[in-house]
């Protein structure tokens, strides 16, 4: 696999905002960091060295809610090496002249960050050039990757190699398998694999005095298990490097799933409103007993949202009835009861509900058959399966299909969003999540649904009058929240407040959120606050024992030394 080259997009805007040039880092003078740069230089070559406004302005997080401001986290340079042994060169440089630094995979964090740093003023160090699929085996089911590894990288290997394997995606498929685990993120096919840091398996990582460590089967020289047996002996650490900054990793194992037989969709619809709860409750039963193990998906016929069956097929959503319409769009919010009976007056299901299956065509049937007598129960629920297809999909379909993510292919599509628009008279170049975690029941779906709108109607927030949780987990509900971003300082000051509330009035329900921005690290920290925040004072007391400098990406996700968070005197 080739190295990944340093350039702009032809459509890429050009740098504007305030001027990135030689931008220190905190507590570090000049001489000093000239000195580092200078001995990063010597490890990596001049040519993976960056310090020009040009280069810098890639590392800028685009999707910014602090873009041009003061308090934007911007990189003071940044370096790219090849291999893991340059790495741990870096790294001791950097302890040598007390250079904060800030590791990324491929940088396509958007929404949670993009490639800036948690701290301003850091040396990023992009381990794009770090692209080798290190083992991959069929037999085992398993692969080993490094950090500049792609969803894109992976797909082509395995179809290359004409393996019978299958890997799970999130949407986007540019970012790095290592990297996407590492910050909690997920995909939409079986369970476990679409939660990607429990398919992890193993990890080789540079601690932050520059000695490089493997976990779990791995610390035995020569394992041959070190992707088969994830607890090791010990305590299992691997844990310690997800949402952390405890050290580089620049190897990771992942499992990876049996290429499927067979696929099909099945589609249940329940007439009411209220028919939510016991739908849910049925169904987490259906996952905990293993009978359902794709991802369900969420939407309502009544609203105006297809199944992501009638999506796949490429039917048009169906026009909503003008009574329904009228329901939906009234400013004073949208009346349940008022919505319920005009649904169920006009004979339309108030929720579908997908299940898509995976395997041997007779375990699919039997699957479904499950579901429906277990959601039978629920008066006037339908039922329909749709045609059992065989895999993997011919390119003619794949080019037919809109969502491949559930037949674990890779995409862009995701950026299929249609024309820009604008929020509070901006134009918005992109989104910030608020992802909240919130119990898998009806009962707490409703309140949420209802809440979030509510403050989305306050604000005059862009998008659906209902936003529908999502069922990446097995046993909590996500709801993932984009909210608009602009290029306007006061705009963006009313988005923060607009997350800031949403952040308090989901702690104040015992919804505490699972991903963030780094705008909002402390923030979000402050809400897992049990025992007078027992929880950030062991994170901080490891941080001390593991980076006594304080140099491996301060703040991130709230974690600093007691060294950084006072200036040097």
């Known amino acids: 696999m080739g190295h990944a080259k340093r350039c702009r997009p032809s459509n890429s805007p050009k740098p504007s905002g305030r001027s990135l040039t030689m931008r220190l880092p905190p507590n570090v003078g000049q001489a000093d960091f000239t000195a580092a740069l200078k001995a990063f230089a010597q ?55 007390r250079i904060p630094i800030y590791p990324i995979s491929t940088g396509k964090n958007l929404g949670y960050g993009g490639a800036a740093p948690a701290l301003a003023g850091s040396v990023v160090f992009d381990l794009k050039r770090m692209n080798r699929i290190v083992e991959i085996d069929e037999r085992h089911g398993y692969v080993v990757v490094e950090p500049g590894v792609s969803y894109f990288d992976l797909y082509h290997h395995i179809q290359e190699k004409g393996l019978k394997l299958w890997i799970d995606v999130p949407s986007p498929g540019w970012g790095s398998v ?72 620049t190897k990771m194992g992942f499992w990876l799933m049996p290429a499927p037989d067979n696929f099909a969709t099945g589609t ?105 007598d277990a959601l039978k129960v629920i008066p006037g629920a339908t039922f329909t399966l749709g045609e059992i297809r065989s895999l993997p999909l011919s390119p003619e379909v794949q080019a037919k299909t809109r969502d491949l993510g559930p037949f674990g292919i890779p995409t862009l599509k995701t950026f299929d969003l249609g024309p820009m628009f604008s929020y509070d008279g901006e134009d918005v170049v992109g989104h910030i999540f608020f992802s909240p975690v919130i ?22 927030l862009p998008g659906p009058p209902l936003q529908f949780p999502s069922t990446i987990f097995e046993r909590a509900f996500l709801f993932a929240v984009g909210l608009p971003v602009t290029r306007s ?81």
């Open 268 to 372: 249940v619809n329940v007439p009411k409103y209220r028919d939510l709860i016991p739908l849910v409750d049925i169904i987490g039963r259906l996952e905990q007993s293993k009978i359902v193990q794709g991802v369900w998906n969420l939407s309502s016929p009544t609203t105006g949202t297809p199944p992501f069956a009638a999506h796949e097929a490429g039917a048009a959503p169906k026009p909503v009835d003008p009574a329904i319409a009228a329901i939906l769009s009234d400013p004073g919010g949208v009346d349940m009861n008022k919505l319920d009976v005009a649904a169920q007056s006009r004979g339309l299901a108030f929720w579908a509900c997908d299940f898509n299956f995976y395997g041997p065509s007779k375990l699919i049937q039997a699957q479904w058959d499950c579901v429906c």
């Open 43 to 97: 490890v990596v070559g001049e040519q993976w060295l960056y310090t020009s406004d040009e280069d810098l302005y890639l590392y800028r997080d685009s999707y910014s809610i602090l873009w041009g401001e003061a308090d934007e986290r911007t990189a003071s340079a940044a370096v790219a090496p090849d291999n893991a042994d340059q790495v741990v060169e870096l790294v001791k440089i950097a302890n040598r002249y």
């Open 439 to 460: 119990p898998r029941t009806g009962e707490a779906a409703i309140e949420a649904m209802n809440l979030f709108a509510a403050i989305g109607r306050k604000y005059k």
């Open 178 to 249: 290592l990297g996407n685990a590492l910050d909690g993120g997920v995909g939409v096919t079986l369970s476990p694999y679409r939660n990607h840091f429990e398919a992890q398996c193993g990890v080789e990582v540079v601690l932050p005095n520059g000695r490089m460590m493997r976990s779990g089967m791995g610390a035995m020289p020569g394992a041959k298990t070190w992707q088969q047996f994830k607890p090791g002996f010990g305590p299992r650490i691997d844990g310690l490097f997800k949402q952390s900054n405890y050290g580089i990793v």
């Open 489 to 569: 300082a006061s705009v963006n000051a009313k988005l923060r407040g607009i997350i800031r509330e949403l952040v308090a009035v989901s702690a104040e329900r015992g919804w505490g959120e699972y991903r963030t921005a780094p705008a909002f690290y402390d923030l979000i920290m402050g809400t897992y606050s049990y025992n007078d925040h027992a929880l950030r004072e062991f994170l901080e007391t490891i941080k001390d024992a593991v980076d006594p400098n304080g140099i491996m990406s301060p703040g991130r996700y709230a974690i600093r030394s007691r060294y950084r968070k006072q200036p040097k005197s």
